[in-house]
Every structure is written in structure tokens, then in C-alpha cells.
């Protein structure tokens, strides 16, 4: 009796194949956009303490209430593993001083998170994010560089139809005068309201707006805009974002029903979306959180950043799989074993490294197979020159210029460096 297979949990998934090669073609995509634009690589470690997240991204959330993967460890403490990046990021910054530095500070990572959410299509449990945050800096303008820097990445991944919607939450202040507004206006209509959004009217009145609740979102059509009761500050900070885009010629539409599902927002907020993804159609978002750095003990510090995330890029994107090399390029050289033996293969094994040290990418058959499959191995591969190891000396061929010699099997990798030299 055979024992029953296993399969990957719900919700998450193996990367192979060409999977594997496209993203490392993504890495590479976000790498040179992201360091050309002074951005340093970090990574976070994969769970954190679960306070991190509730103070961070807000008890009010879906993200909190519902959707994190939290365990004990073995002392009692509780862990959560991370559902997103910018709150480790910040803490991150804090614990390292960060602030001592040259601001702003950029970052970028690509990592991955986890949130208990329905499986489907595009979304996952455990699921890639590309990130870029950039921390000491109010200035608008790096608003409108994080932006650029994200809307450049889509359209180098060939993501087709992005749409970028656009929006400001105003500073802390100009945002807790117009809560008690919206709360107003939700508990005026509070019967035709979802029992979801009514039970948080107090808790997070914005979410109201994105509730697909046919009640809620009549109540909600008429409701008064965060974006029309904005601070003189908050609203110029916006202005000169816009300005920036246009000038940037990256087009937007300013959505002033823009709410994004996690509580740390203040001022510039934004998404992108694709038509090619169906119902999850976010490819990407971020925004400003102004107020982060310092609910984790450090000094006030303002922030923008971004996450996109990785299988949505891919699956919207035409410059997927296709085209997709492996790094290591043709193999230059194959080593076949004409014979058995254990001295043989340490011969032919010695010759290997030998190649591989010399800069050659070199394969062997590690299959156990004839020498026929060895060579049927070597020509799948399209290998340019096979060593047939039958001792002392091999048998050189050259499969592109045709022809072979007889050679030592010590001066194989000086004889194919010497021919690759003359091609
Ligand atoms: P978010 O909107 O929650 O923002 O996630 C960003 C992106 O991650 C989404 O647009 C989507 O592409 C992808 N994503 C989220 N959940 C899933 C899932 N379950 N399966 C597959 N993809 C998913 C954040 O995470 C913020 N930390 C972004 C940010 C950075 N804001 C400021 N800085």
C-alpha cells in the first residue's frame, strides 16, 4: 500500500519552471528600477511580534480582525506571521537608528506575506509583494517619485490597462474633524446601512466606502468627501502631487472614494488596477503614513511607499514566462563517461570543477545512464563541446564546427577555453 500524497495548503503554492524564471526576471525588473532610484534592499524577518501589526495596521482592520496567521511560542509570547511589510519596515527603522541617517531613508524588499484570506484566483494565503518605502520626507515630491517608480515597473512588466487611482486622506487633524462628519451622515440613514459597516460606524467610518452593499453605497453616494474638507496644508500637499504626475505624464484619476484597508494612511493615497485580473484587480498600492514611525517609539517621522504584488504583475503582465533564459546561459561544456568505475567518475567529476572554476558553465550526467544517454543528454542541452572521459584521455568534440580529437583529459578545459576563444 502506497502512502496518501501530500499537497501545498490551501491558498499557497509551489514556483517552478517557468514561474521561477519569470520572476526572477521581475527581481531583476524592481532591482534595477528600485536601486537606480537610491533604494536599499532590506528584509524583515518572516513573523513579528503580533502587537506590531494591531498597533500598526489598525484593530479596526480586516487584515486584524480576521486574516493573520498568529501562533505562541514556546515562552507564551504571540507571533503573527507578517500579512505586510510597512510596519516592520518601521520598526526596523526605529530599532536601527535609521533616523541618524540621511533622510529620506529608502528602502525595498521582496518578500513574502501571509493573510488568511478566501483562495482564488490571484489571491493567496501566503503571496509575494515587491515594496519600495521611503521615510523622513514630506516633501511631495517623493510622493510623486514612489508613484512613478511603481507605474514604471507595471509598464516595463508589460502590465496591460493599469489604471491609477489617486486620492489624499489629509493629515491626522483634518481627518478626525471629518470622521465625526461621515459618522453623522452614516447614523442619519443608519437602517439602510449593511449590519458590517453599521457595527463599525464608530470603529472605521471610511470603510464605509467600500462596502459593495446596494443600501450602504446609496447612503454613501451623497456622503460628504474627505477630499473636499482637507486642511489648506493638506490640500496644497495634495495640488503639488498632481502637478508632479503631469509633468511626469503619468495619468491618474483622482478618486475621492479611495480608501485603502488598512488604518495607518494620512495624505496621499493611491492604486493601481488592472482589466486583465478579474475581481482582484489590485495590482498594486500604497500611500503616505506620516504618523507610523513615531507609534513605534520613534521620533515623528513622515513616509510613503508602495507594494505590488508579484503573481498579480505576472498574471497581468505580457512579459510573463516568455522569454525567460536561465541565468546560466548554454552550456559551454558537457562531461560524458565512456566506462564504469569508481576512478573514472572521479576523474571526470575532477573535471568538472576543474571547469566550473575556469569560469565555464559545465554539466554533467549525474543520471547514471550509457554513454548513449549521456550524449543524448548533452545534445538536449545544446551543449557546445562534450568530453568523452575514458581515463587518462578524453574525446573532444566540438558539436558547433563539428570534428574531435583525442586529448588529455588534463588539457580539456585549456583546450575548450582556447576554442571558445577563437569563435
Ligand atoms: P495592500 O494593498 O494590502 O498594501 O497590498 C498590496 C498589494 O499586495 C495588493 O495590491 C495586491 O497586489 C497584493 N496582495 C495583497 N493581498 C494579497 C493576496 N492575498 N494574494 C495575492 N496578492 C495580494 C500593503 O500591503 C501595504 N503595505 C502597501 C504599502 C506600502 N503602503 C505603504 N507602503
Not at 169 to 195: N, P
Given at each position: 500500500?502506497?502512502?496518501?500524497?501530500?499537497?501545498?495548503?490551501?491558498?499557497?503554492?509551489?514556483?517552478?519552471?517557468?514561474?521561477?524564471?519569470?520572476?526572477?526576471?521581475?527581481?531583476?525588473?524592481?532591482?534595477?528600477?528600485?536601486?537606480?532610484a537610491g533604494y536599499?534592499?532590506?528584509?524583515?524577518?518572516?513573523?513579528?511580534?503580533?502587537?506590531?501589526?494591531?498597533?500598526?495596521?489598525?484593530?479596526?482592520?480586516?487584515?486584524?480582525?480576521?486574516?493573520?496567521?498568529?501562533?505562541?511560542?514556546?515562552?507564551?509570547?504571540?507571533?503573527?506571521?507578517?500579512?505586510?511589510?510597512?510596519?516592520?519596515?518601521?520598526?526596523?527603522?526605529?530599532?536601527?537608528?535609521?533616523?541618524?541617517?540621511?533622510?529620506?531613508?529608502?528602502?525595498?524588499?521582496?518578500s513574502s506575506f501571509?493573510?488568511?484570506?478566501?483562495?482564488?484566483?490571484?489571491?493567496?494565503?501566503?503571496?509575494?509583494?515587491?515594496?519600495?518605502?521611503?521615510?523622513?520626507?514630506?516633501?511631495?515630491?517623493?510622493?510623486?517619485?514612489?508613484?512613478?517608480?511603481?507605474?514604471?515597473?507595471?509598464?516595463?512588466?508589460?502590465?496591460?490597462?493599469?489604471?491609477?487611482?489617486?486620492?489624499?486622506?489629509?493629515?491626522?487633524?483634518?481627518?478626525?474633524?471629518?470622521?465625526?462628519?461621515?459618522?453623522?451622515?452614516?447614523?442619519?440613514?443608519?437602517?439602510?446601512?449593511?449590519?458590517?459597516?453599521?457595527?463599525?460606524?464608530?470603529?472605521?467610518?471610511?470603510?464605509?466606502?467600500?462596502?459593495?452593499?446596494?443600501?450602504?453605497?446609496?447612503?454613501?453616494?451623497?456622503?460628504?468627501?474627505?477630499?473636499?474638507?482637507?486642511?489648506?496644508?493638506?490640500?496644497?500637499?495634495?495640488?503639488?502631487?498632481?502637478?508632479?504626475?503631469?509633468?511626469?505624464?503619468?495619468?491618474?484619476?483622482?478618486?475621492?472614494?479611495?480608501?485603502?484597508?488598512?488604518?495607518?494612511?494620512?495624505?496621499?493615497?493611491?492604486?493601481?488596477?488592472?482589466?486583465?485580473?478579474?475581481?482582484?484587480?489590485?495590482?498594486?498600492g500604497g500611500g503616505?503614513?506620516?504618523?507610523?514611525?513615531?507609534?513605534?517609539?520613534?521620533?515623528?517621522?513622515?513616509?510613503?511607499?508602495?507594494?505590488?504584488?508579484?503573481?498579480?504583475?505576472?498574471?497581468?503582465?505580457?512579459?510573463?514566462?516568455?522569454?525567460?533564459?536561465?541565468?546560466?546561459?548554454?552550456?559551454?561544456?558537457?562531461?560524458?563517461?565512456?566506462?564504469?568505475?569508481?576512478?573514472?567518475?572521479?576523474?571526470?567529476?575532477?573535471?568538472?570543477?576543474?571547469?566550473?572554476?575556469?569560469?565555464?558553465?559545465?554539466?554533467?550526467?549525474?543520471?547514471?545512464?550509457?554513454?548513449?544517454?549521456?550524449?543524448?543528454?548533452?545534445?538536449?542541452?545544446?551543449?557546445?563541446?562534450?568530453?568523452?572521459?575514458?581515463?587518462?584521455?578524453?574525446?573532444?568534440?566540438?558539436?558547433?564546427?563539428?570534428?574531435?580529437?583525442?586529448?588529455?583529459?588534463?588539457?580539456?578545459?585549456?583546450?575548450?577555453?582556447?576554442?571558445?576563444?577563437?569563435?
Amino acid at each position: 500500500m502506497s502512502e496518501p500524497k501530500l499537497k501545498a495548503p490551501r491558498g499557497t503554492y509551489d514556483v517552478l519552471g517557468e514561474q521561477a524564471l519569470a520572476r526572477t526576471a521581475l527581481e531583476a525588473r524592481a532591482r534595477s528600477i528600485l536601486e537606480g532610484a537610491g533604494y536599499e534592499r532590506i528584509e524583515t524577518p518572516t513573523f513579528e511580534a503580533t502587537e506590531l501589526f494591531q498597533r500598526g495596521v489598525g484593530e479596526s482592520t480586516d487584515i486584524v480582525r480576521k486574516e493573520m496567521f498568529t501562533f505562541e511560542d514556546g515562552a507564551g509570547r504571540s507571533l503573527t506571521l507578517r500579512p505586510e511589510g510597512t510596519a516592520p519596515v518601521c520598526r526596523a527603522y526605529v530599532e536601527h537608528g535609521m533616523h541618524k541617517r540621511r533622510q529620506p531613508v529608502k528602502l525595498w524588499y521582496l518578500s513574502s506575506f501571509f493573510r488568511h484570506e478566501r483562495a482564488q484566483a490571484g489571491r493567496y494565503r501566503q503571496f509575494w509583494q515587491v515594496g519600495a518605502e521611503a521615510l523622513g520626507s514630506e516633501d511631495p515630491a517623493l510622493d510623486a517619485e514612489s508613484i512613478v517608480l511603481l507605474a514604471t515597473l507595471l509598464a516595463e512588466m508589460g502590465v496591460r490597462n493599469a489604471r491609477l487611482r489617486l486620492s489624499s486622506l489629509g493629515s491626522a487633524e483634518s481627518r478626525s474633524e471629518y470622521r465625526e462628519r461621515l459618522k453623522t451622515h452614516l447614523r442619519a440613514s443608519e437602517e439602510s446601512l449593511s449590519a458590517e459597516v453599521r457595527a463599525r460606524i464608530d470603529l472605521n467610518p471610511l470603510r464605509a466606502f467600500d462596502s459593495e452593499h446596494a443600501g450602504t453605497a446609496r447612503v454613501m453616494r451623497d456622503a460628504p468627501r474627505l477630499l473636499e474638507h482637507l486642511s489648506a496644508e493638506d490640500a496644497e500637499h495634495f495640488a503639488q502631487v498632481r502637478g508632479l504626475l503631469d509633468a511626469a505624464k503619468v495619468s491618474y484619476e483622482v478618486d475621492s472614494t479611495l480608501v485603502r484597508g488598512i488604518d495607518y494612511y494620512t495624505r496621499t493615497v493611491f492604486e493601481f488596477t488592472s482589466d486583465a485580473l478579474g475581481a482582484q484587480s489590485g495590482v498594486g498600492g500604497g500611500g503616505r503614513y506620516d504618523g507610523l514611525v513615531e507609534q513605534f517609539g520613534g521620533p515623528p517621522t513622515p513616509g510613503i511607499g508602495w507594494a505590488a504584488g508579484i503573481e498579480r504583475i505576472l498574471l497581468a503582465g505580457e512579459r510573463s514566462a516568455a522569454g525567460n533564459q536561465p541565468a546560466s546561459g548554454p552550456v559551454e561544456l558537457f562531461v560524458a563517461i565512456d566506462g564504469s568505475g569508481a576512478e573514472l567518475t572521479r576523474l571526470a567529476f575532477g573535471l568538472l570543477g576543474e571547469a566550473r572554476s575556469a569560469g565555464l558553465t559545465a554539466q554533467m550526467d549525474l543520471g547514471g545512464r550509457s554513454l548513449k544517454g549521456q550524449l543524448g543528454h548533452a545534445n538536449a542541452l545544446g551543449a557546445h563541446y562534450v568530453a568523452i572521459v575514458g581515463g587518462e584521455e578524453a574525446v573532444l568534440r566540438d558539436t558547433q564546427r563539428g570534428g574531435q580529437e583525442r586529448i588529455a583529459t588534463d588539457t580539456v578545459v585549456h583546450a575548450v577555453l582556447r576554442g571558445l576563444h577563437d569563435l
